[in-house]
């Protein structure tokens, strides 16, 4: 069972940044892909940025493509991403997510069916 604890929401007007945190509580976090995903009110779940076991491959939704960067300590048990300029439209709960299976459990890494374990949720507001 892994835990997942995300940090780092909160008010920001647009063109600000934030770093969210997602601190694992697996004794083997480094053999886990993360992801970070959103969801707005009234809309569905919605795929944000994916990162392997070892940082090597990274995937982003086009829209946060050149401002959002994803990165993970594996030391410290925990994932990041660092949200710039940013935009009304990013304002949503944000949350990570775990999977140990390199291939995604056979599904897509955009897909959160993908993953096995989510956090509660870090909720971010940016004000035009």
């Known amino acids: 069972q892994v835990q997942l604890v995300e940090s780092g929401g909160g008010l920001v007007q647009a063109g600000g940044s934030l770093r969210l945190s997602c601190a694992a509580s697996a004794r083997t976090f480094s053999e886990y892909a993360m992801g970070w995903f959103r969801q707005a009110p009234g809309k569905e779940r919605e795929f944000v940025a994916a990162i392997s076991w070892s940082g090597g491959t990274i995937y982003y939704v086009d829209s946060v493509k050149g401002r959002f960067t994803i990165s993970r300590d594996n030391a410290e048990n925990t994932v990041y991403l660092q949200m710039n300029s940013l935009k009304p439209e990013d304002t949503a709960v944000y949350y990570c997510?775990?999977?140990?299976?390199?291939?995604?459990?056979?599904?897509?890494?955009?897909?959160?069916?993908?993953?096995?374990?989510w956090g509660q949720g870090t909720q971010v507001t940016v004000s035009s």
């Open positions: 997510a775990a999977v140990q299976d390199a291939h995604y459990n056979g599904n897509y890494y955009y897909d959160p069916i993908a993953y096995d374990y």
